[in-house]
């Protein structure tokens, strides 16, 4: 029972402290997305007959001057906009509510009517939704990018790959890569996004600053193929010159100098207090090809006066080691427009992408992660962004509604991506798909939702209560 009420007091709190939060994101997400299929409905002259946010029982509305009626409803986990004349163009029925029963749309109201909108419009009209999520993702970021910075590591190397490339050449921990063939770096981002995507790698001058002194060193990245710990299959340019800001005892660290501390956290804590400020060698997991988890080393420091939280275990950072300052600013770089736009949509490509390799090995078995979360999982992600500040809420916001706009492209039925296949058929075939079969694949597509959305929320349920390890 103390478990129970223990769990229960947790999630209550977290509730009480990010429920607000988790509303207001799907609030402005949800509405941007319905107002991309008004809108689209008010340019192609449909009538709108409800813009409501949420579902269940009306708590506010009021009807504007077009007629509209606009609704804030119980259950705010949607949202949805109300298309006059939904229905079949060969017949035209619908619900009449103010006398409780069926009549046929007139003539008049035939010409704001949705069924009789060219194909074209009707697409335009469904596909507006999650377009507007995704153009509002890009447009977000590129104004973060370019006015407050996109956050970046600074060109100072804290971790070193053991027989890496930038190794073997003789970079070391604290050197200061200034410049790259000549070129000014920024930030250490500006050396991935040359030698990661070349293979085969080539040849690079480094300038660097080291002990007030420049030197210059030349050497190529390697082409790396493996597995990671997701089990997704990777292939890419390594330098081996890494920046981070922590690791965690549990899952982060597997060997330090050699000795083996998986599973055994005090034993870490101890050895990494002992070798404070010292270059020691730690080992960190990822899955090779064979499934087998290998303790790759990294050369690294970890100073005292960062981490002297290792002796408070009251301490939110207790089993979290840090390799950087926690409480300097956070490390922006502002871009220009055009670069802002290109890194945008690069980012949300590579996202799209990943999750689809996640999503592949998943199914595949190959990890253990969760393929879809429920709204506990969205509750901590929200919570964590809120905490953590402006930066990192706006990203956040950004990435759900880009979630929200390609999830709702997916061609099953309920979603905007399958009345989008339905309106393809009525392209090729030159006839609406029948009304009977739009109803059994509408049936399907809820009870799949439906199956997902417990699926994810008792999975979410589960891990709160055993708060089963990934490791």
Same mark, same amino acid.
């Given at each position: 029972?103390e478990?129970? &009420?223990?769990?229960?007091?947790? &999630?209550?709190?977290?509730?009480f402290a990010?429920? /607000?939060?988790?509303?207001?994101t799907?609030? !402005?997400v ?25 579902f ?6 009021? !009807? ?6 606009? *609704?804030?409803?119980?259950?705010? !986990?949607?949202?949805?906009?109300? %298309? ?11 619900w ?6 069926e009549?046929?749309i007139? &003539?008049?109201? %035939?010409?704001?009517a ?12 469904i596909?507006?939704?999650?377009? /507007? ?9 590129? #104004?973060?990018f ?6 970046s ?6 971790a ?8 073997e050449?003789?970079?070391? /921990? ?27 790698p ?7 600053? =080291? ?11 390697r ?24 690791? *965690?005892?549990?899952?982060?660290? =597997? &060997? ?11 034993? #870490?804590?101890?050895?990494? /207090? ?33 981490n ?5 275990p009251? *301490? ?39 999750s689809?390799k ?8 190959k ?25 990192e809420?706006v990203?956040? %916001?950004a990435?759900?509604?880009?979630m929200i706009? !390609? ?22 075939w ?6 009977r ?7 399907i597509?809820?009870l ?5 959305m417990i699926y994810a929320?008792?999975?979410? %349920? ?10």
């Amino acid at each position: 029972m103390e478990v129970i &009420t223990a769990i229960l007091g947790g &999630t209550l709190e977290n509730l009480f402290a990010f429920g /607000i939060m988790v509303v207001v994101t799907l609030a !402005i997400v949800i509405m941007i997305h319905e107002w991309g299929h008004y809108i689209a409905a008010r340019l192609c002259g449909v009538f709108v007959e409800e813009y409501s946010f949420g579902f269940g029982k009306e708590l506010i509305s009021f !009807i504007g001057k077009n007629k509209t009626k606009y *609704s804030i409803r119980l259950f705010p !986990i949607g949202g949805y906009v109300k %298309l006059f004349g939904d229905v079949d163009k060969n017949n035209p029925v619908i619900w009449d509510h103010k006398n409780n029963c069926e009549r046929r749309i007139s &003539t008049k109201e %035939l010409e704001t009517a949705f069924c009789t909108k060219s194909v074209w419009q009707r697409m335009f009209i469904i596909a507006a939704g999650p377009l /507007i999520n995704i153009f509002f993702t890009i447009t977000v970021l590129v #104004a973060l990018f370019t006015t407050y910075g996109q956050r970046s590591s600074p060109t100072i190397i804290n971790a070193v790959a053991v027989n890496s490339a930038a190794y073997e050449a003789g970079i070391k /921990i604290g050197d200061i890569i200034l410049a790259m063939d000549g070129r000014k770096l920024r930030r250490l981002q500006d050396i991935y996004d040359l030698t990661w995507y070349e293979n085969p790698p080539k040849p690079y001058t480094y300038t660097i600053l =080291r002990d007030g002194k420049k030197i210059e060193i030349t050497f190529a990245a390697r082409h790396i193929e493996y597995e990671n710990k997701k089990g997704v299959e990777l292939k890419h340019g390594q330098t081996g010159m890494v920046r981070m800001s922590s690791l *965690s005892l549990k899952k982060s660290i =597997r &060997t330090i100098n050699g000795i083996n501390v998986k599973g055994d956290i005090e034993k #870490a804590r101890k050895l990494v /207090i002992e070798n404070f400020d010292q270059i020691i060698e730690v080992g960190i997991p990822y899955k090779g090809g064979t499934q087998k988890e290998v303790a790759h080393p990294f050369l690294v420091v970890f100073p005292a006066k960062f981490n002297q939280h290792l002796f408070d275990p009251n *301490s939110d950072n207790y089993d979290f080691v840090l390799l950087d300052d926690p409480d300097k600013e956070m490390f922006v770089v502002r871009l220009s427009l055009a670069e802002a736009i290109g890194r945008s949509v690069f980012l949300l490509k590579e996202g799209v992408v990943n999750s689809y390799k996640i999503i592949e090995a998943g199914f595949k078995g190959k990890n253990d992660d969760k393929v879809v979360s429920g709204v506990s999982s969205m509750g901590k992600k929200v919570g964590s962004a809120v905490k953590s500040g402006f930066y990192e809420y706006v990203i956040l %916001l950004a990435v759900f509604s880009f979630m929200i706009g !390609i999830i709702n492209l997916l061609p099953v039925p309920v979603l905007d991506g399958g009345y989008l296949l339905f309106l393809i058929y009525e392209i090729i075939w030159g006839k609406p798909v029948p009304s009977r079969v739009q109803d059994i694949a509408m049936m399907i597509g809820l009870l799949l939702l439906a199956g997902i959305m417990i699926y994810a929320n008792a999975s979410d %349920l589960l891990s709160m209560i055993f708060d089963v390890p990934s490791d």
